[in-house]
């Protein structure tokens, strides 16, 4: 059918029947390629209802009900979401990240141990790119391809991850560089030798060019051993190379160049800069008026009456010299711990390695980075760490009360109790509110009311529940959640046996109660599940398994490094200060303990391989700040161009899908829609479906247009708002277009226009037609 004729058909029927608000949605330039907007806008779904029929057959509902599920998958938005203690990985816009999938620099861990390959022009396409050397010089030519590579750190500790407290630094993050350390090695390998000529082996290298590193050098001059080995290359490099006549002059910027003069030999140019003049020799790089310039070659042109000397010179050029077995020297000074080597054997060669050994001791905090000083044309950045952390903390009140406080794995803050008195610690706030773990029984001088207990499901999720009243009356008790604030109130009980109290979704709570209310057990078979904070520690306090008296703190969710259990232990000191003070905090790996900072040693820190950091008053021992990292804490570390460019991460929250709640009331019958001027999905057809029929028109027959075995996806503009028709010729034919629209996605390519025909073989054989 035609649009126009629709349209003309439409409006007519419209008229008809007194309605006059619903038109093909062309008219509006509605399309079925935009859905689920403008259902779903922008992530919310807002202004639309889902319209099903008062007759509506059940697979109709069903329908809808898909509908309304993938609208809701659709309504999200990306967003920054707070976490408490969370980091986000830093981007570089060229280089690599020395991270692999599984194996990130952890703590203690060195460059190497991640990046146990070398990098290549894979990783570094600027620095470390392929390359061929091209040359025809002397009597023999070669067009031989090579490829750079960079292997990190074998040296011990290079690289290395840690947290420490450097001199004249504060206790943090640092990447180390050791001294006396090969740094790196970089290695320039050709896939065939490069040939020349024994009888003049010097002119087949003079004049040829060579890229390294990213930057073109012309080799000026080559040295060999008596056996015809290479032992030695200088190469010039510059930021411009010219060929430039004498008296004629150059500008670069601010500054004249020219050349003024070339000695008979050709050995040598007189280079004037801003008046400057200086003789240079060739092959060879000098500073002229405060500007470097090198000499590639010369030709000199003397004559009677013409003398047009010319010089080929590099504008900002660099020079440097590779011996053997020698540093390497960068226009005329020495790179202290840079060593040369050549494979070469007569009048062949295969490869070239110069090494690094650091000279100084380095710590490199967040955001510093380590440039390579010899050629100077890549760097290590360490950009931070990347984490997400909970913080859990033990602290004393310096006299006989401590506190350990952590969030469970609902994100409920949990105060666990500790108390000292007539020699003895144990949980609880007093003698007449003590705090039992399953397995334990407490005998009261009265009834035992505000006994606490340390209920935990078999999910790992802690409460402190409080036994509120025993009424021995009528032997009923109230429980008190002090964790989440519920109550349960009147639970019956029977005297001295095992009880069973419902505490609803919570689980059962085992008691014993002795008639006259003074003793009480925590009967250990129920509320005694492995006790897990949210970032996923597991925690006990049992006497049994903590030396002293204290908290013990199981790592989990460790992969890449060596799990810790954290001892925090509680003893009462009855000397000098008469007062609980931690006695000791260990771990069953041992802990490295450093001071905060040179003038600070009253705080202390330590980390375990996985990144829990623990902080402890070192002065007092009356507190320690526990931060325990859901995953390996590990540091974001790149290799990198010098012109690479960092994004910081985030600090505190993370990208994340917010899902956008779609309100109650989406879904309405048709006699309850006839009034509203919203955006709709019409479920069901004509003769189901009053606003179904009102958007065909109300015809005769609600039957009309449709095919036994198809269904229609069809838009229309119903009060200036958009209606989506999902109806068929049978409740199952409906129901097939219901799931293509739920499945959207997977249909994208065919969803388009105002209306498509679905045929509906069986629900999951289903085609989908264009109709223009």
């Known amino acids: ?34 859905y689920p907007a403008p259902f779903v806008k922008d992530g919310v779904f807002a202004d639309s209802v889902v319209v099903v029929g008062e007759r509506a057959a059940t697979s109709d509902v069903l329908g809808a009900i898909e509908i309304a599920a993938s609208l809701q998958a659709a309504a999200y938005t990306i967003q920054p979401v707070t976490v408490e203690g969370a980091t986000v990985d830093p981007t570089i816009d ?171 030999s050709a050995t040598k140019c007189g280079i004037e800069v801003d008046g400057v003049v200086k003789w240079v020799n060739v092959g060879s790089t000098d500073i002229v008026g405060g500007m470097s310039i090198g000499v590639l070659d010369a030709i000199a042109v003397h004559s009677k009456d013409y003398d047009q000397d010319t010089c080929e010179i590099t504008i900002g050029s660099s020079e440097l010299v590779l011996p053997e077995g020698d540093k390497v ?63 859990m903390s033990f602290e004393t009140t310096g006299s006989d009360d401590a506190e350990f406080t952590f969030l469970n794995n609902d994100g409920k ?11 003895t610690l144990f949980l609880g706030e007093d003698t007449d509110e ?43 008790t109230d429980i008190d959640d002090l964790t989440y604030g519920s109550s349960w109130e009147n639970k019956d009980y029977t005297v001295n046996r095992s009880n069973d109290i419902s505490l609803g979704s919570l689980g059962v709570l085992r008691l014993i109660i002795s008639s006259d209310g003074k003793t009480v057990t925590f009967n250990n078979s129920v509320g005694g599940g492995v006790i897990e904070t949210s970032g996923g520690a597991n925690l006990y306090f049992n006497q049994t398994i903590v030396k002293d008296f204290g908290v013990l703190i199981i790592e989990q969710d460790v992969t890449e490094v060596t799990a810790n259990t954290l001892e925090l232990n509680l003893t009462y000191d009855s000397g000098t200060d008469d007062r609980l003070e931690l006695s000791g905090i260990t771990g069953d790996t041992s802990l490295t303990w450093v001071d905060a900072s040179e003038d600070d040693d009253n705080t202390a820190y330590a980390v375990t391989a996985k990144g829990t950091l623990l902080e402890k008053d070192a002065e007092d021992m009356l507190s320690v700040v526990v931060t325990y990292p859901e995953e390996e804490v590990y540091a974001n570390v790149f290799v990198a ?23 109650v009331g989406m879904g309405v019958l048709d006699k309850d829609a006839e009034a509203l001027t919203k955006n709709m999905i019409v479920v069901g057809g004509p ?41 068929g010729y049978s409740a199952q034919d409906s129901l097939g277009a219901a799931y293509v629209l739920a499945d959207y996605e997977d249909h994208e390519a065919d969803l388009t226009g105002s209306e498509v025909e679905v045929v509906v073989a069986s629900l999951t054989d289903v085609t989908l037609n264009s109709v223009e």
Not at 413 to 423: A, K, R
């Open 329 to 391: 020297t960068v226009n005329g000074e020495e790179i202290d711990g840079s060593n040369v080597a050549f494979t070469s054997v007569s009048a062949e060669w295969t490869d070239m390695t110069i090494t690094y050994e650091s000279q100084d001791e380095e710590y490199l905090a967040a955001g510093e980075a380590w440039t390579d000083p010899v050629f100077g044309n890549f760097k290590i950045l360490f950009q931070g760490t990347t984490k997400v952390t909970e913080e």
């Open 94 to 264: 060229e280089g690599v990240e020395i991270k692999k999938s599984g194996d990130k620099l952890n703590y203690n861990e060195q460059l190497s141990e991640v990046q146990g390959t070398a990098l290549d022009a894979t990783d570094l396409p600027d620095v470390l790119g392929d390359g061929t050397y091209d040359e025809n010089r002397g009597d023999n030519t070669n067009e031989v391809d090579y490829e750079q590579s960079i292997t990190l750190g074998s040296g011990s500790n290079v690289g290395d991850f840690q947290f420490t407290q450097p001199d004249d630094m504060d206790a943090g993050d640092y990447l180390y560089i050791p001294d006396g350390q090969t740094v790196y090695t970089y290695t320039l390998e050709f896939d065939s030798a490069v040939e020349y000529d024994t009888t003049d082996n010097t002119a087949d290298f003079e004049g040829s060019k060579i890229s390294l590193q990213g930057h073109e050098y012309t080799i000026t001059d080559a040295k060999f051993t008596s056996g015809d080995v290479l032992e030695e290359l200088t190469l010039v490099a510059g930021d411009q190379t010219k060929w430039l006549q004498q008296d004629q002059p150059l500008t670069i910027g601010e500054h004249t160049v020219m050349v003024v003069n070339v000695d008979d």
């Open 434 to 476: 003590e705090l039992l773990l399953p397995g334990d029984s407490v005998t009261e001088t009265s009834v035992a009311e505000g006994t606490m207990l340390f209920y935990t499901t078999s999910g790992g999720e802690a409460h402190i529940l409080e036994i509120k009243d025993i009424d021995t009356t009528n032997n009923q």
């Open 641 to 663: 161009p010098l012109t690479a460019k960092v994004t910081a991460g985030s600090s505190g929250s993370v990208n994340a899908e917010k899902i956008n709640a779609i309100p």
């Open 687 to 727: 003769c189901v479906n009053t606003i179904a029929a009102e958007l065909a028109g109300n015809p005769a027959s609600c039957a009309e247009g449709y095919v036994q075995g198809k269904a229609k996806l069809k838009l229309y503009t119903r009060n200036g708002k958009t209606a989506l028709l999902v109806a």
């Open 413 to 423: 803050e949990v105060v666990v109790p500790f108390h000292y008195e007539s020699s």
């Open 1 to 34: 059918m035609k649009v126009k004729q629709a349209i003309k058909k439409m409006v007519a029927l419209a008229a008809g029947a007194g309605i006059v608000g619903a038109t093909l949605a062309s008219a509006l330039a509605v399309d079925l390629a935009d």
